[in-house]
Antibody, heavy 120, light 110 residues
Framework: QLQLQKSGPGLLKPSETLSLTCSVSGDSFSSNRYDWGWIRQPPGKGLEWMGSIYYSGSVYYNPSLKSRVTISIDTSKNQFSLNLNSVTAADTAVYYC????????????WGQGTLLIVSS | QSALTQPPSASGSPGQSVTISCTGTSSDVGAYNYVSWYQQHPGKAPKLIIYEVRKRPSGVPDRFSGSKSGNTASLTVSGLQAEDEAQYYCSAYPGNDNLIFGGGTKLTVL
């Protein structure tokens, strides 16, 4: 089960940094069979994969976001995190964390999602 | 990497079958058997219904089936039910440790 937590308000100003943490319950977190990913969905639009990380710490990013995204993992807390810097209005979206079956394969368990709005 | 192409809408009457297409290229859909489909109801997180082109996760009804031909993947929903009305997204692996989604198809049960 994945539980998404916001670090800070759901409203950000342009140029600020978005930070989210996903807590994972269950034994699968420590398995390198799975990756742990972030996917976002602008209001009324489709899904966009942002990046994923393995328990080992190997991390992979969407090339279109790579310069602004950092994904990290805290194995002691069963958590993984997303930081997106220099946000603009285009980053307004529902952000989901999810468990993947390998990079590019599928996501079979999703967190509840959280809406982050970027506005001045 | 471009998004996969899905029709914006599809519809069918209860009991009928409907097929939703997902068109990519020889570098993504056509290259790997890593095509997945997700169902999303309004205000909810997406739910995986098909992975690796045609496999169904436990608990997904066998009314949902997937296939692939060349650069186009398809999701077929047979015996349409009212609860199948939702947004459907495909995804595919385009190589280079990346993942792309389709733009989504709104399925309406008439």
């Amino acid at each position: 089960q994945l539980q998404l937590q916001k670090s800070g308000p759901g409203l950000l100003k342009p140029s600020e940094t978005l930070s989210l943490t996903c807590s994972v319950s269950g034994d699968s977190f420590s398995s390198n069979r799975y990756d742990w990913g972030w996917i976002r969905q602008p209001p009324g639009k489709g899904l966009e994969w942002m990046g994923s990380i393995y328990y080992s710490g190997s991390v992979y990013y969407n090339p279109s976001l790579k310069s602004r995204v950092t994904i990290s993992i805290d194995t002691s807390k069963n958590q993984f995190s997303l930081n997106l810097n220099s946000v603009t209005a285009a980053d307004t979206a529902v952000y989901y964390c999810a468990r993947g079956g390998a990079i590019g394969a599928y996501f079979d368990s999703w967190g509840q999602g959280t809406l982050l709005i970027v506005s001045s | 990497q471009s998004a996969l192409t899905q029709p914006p809408s599809a519809s069918g009457s209860p009991g009928q079958s409907v097929t939703i297409s997902c068109t990519g290229t020889s570098s993504d859909v056509g290259a790997y058997n890593y095509v997945s489909w997700y169902q999303q109801h309004p205000g909810k997180a997406p739910k995986l219904i098909i992975y690796e082109v045609r496999k169904r996760p436990s608990g997904v009804p066998d009314r949902f089936s997937g296939s692939k031909s060349g650069n186009t993947a398809s999701l077929t929903v047979s015996g349409l039910q009212a609860e199948d009305e939702a947004q459907y997204y495909c995804s595919a692996y385009p190589g280079n440790d990346n993942l792309i989604f389709g733009g989504g198809t709104k399925l309406t049960v008439l």
